[in-house]
């Protein structure tokens, strides 16, 4: 599923594509994502540079302050990556891509 096809799922649940706001957070949803697929999937994340060029933000609207690029990330290649995928590469980290691209996705919301 593409990027934005994704977040209105989460929405449609309550909540939004998953922000991530700690190594802790990140090594729990990387090891979610293992544990429901017996794999290490890339899988969307709510981050996005969509509204400007080099602004990160989050989806569901808290502060962007947390990733872990991959070296050369976010490299915005050709002009087309503008949402943030999680697992890239050898090293499992994050890394910008187009939004059209399809895969799965990992939501999120706040416990009231």
């Known amino acids: 599923m593409n ?9 449609a649940l309550g909540g939004n594509l998953a922000s991530i706001q700690s190594t ?3 090594y729990f949803i990387r ?20 509204v400007m060029e080099g602004v990160w933000l ?7 302050s947390f990733s872990r690029w991959g070296r050369g990330e976010p490299s915005n290649y050709r002009g087309k990556e503008h949402c943030m ?6 090293n499992k980290q994050v890394n910008d891509v187009d939004c059209l691209d399809k895969q799965p996705f990992v939501c999120s919301s706040s416990l009231k």
């Open 31 to 50: 090891k979610l994502v293992r544990t429901a697929t017996g794999q290490d999937l890339n899988f969307w994340a709510g981050g996005h540079d969509a």
């Open 3 to 11: 990027w934005a096809s994704a977040e209105r799922d989460c929405l």
């Open 24 to 26: 802790t957070e990140y």
């Open 85 to 90: 995928e999680v697992n890239y590469g050898a």
């Open 58 to 64: 989050w989806s569901d609207g808290s502060k962007f």
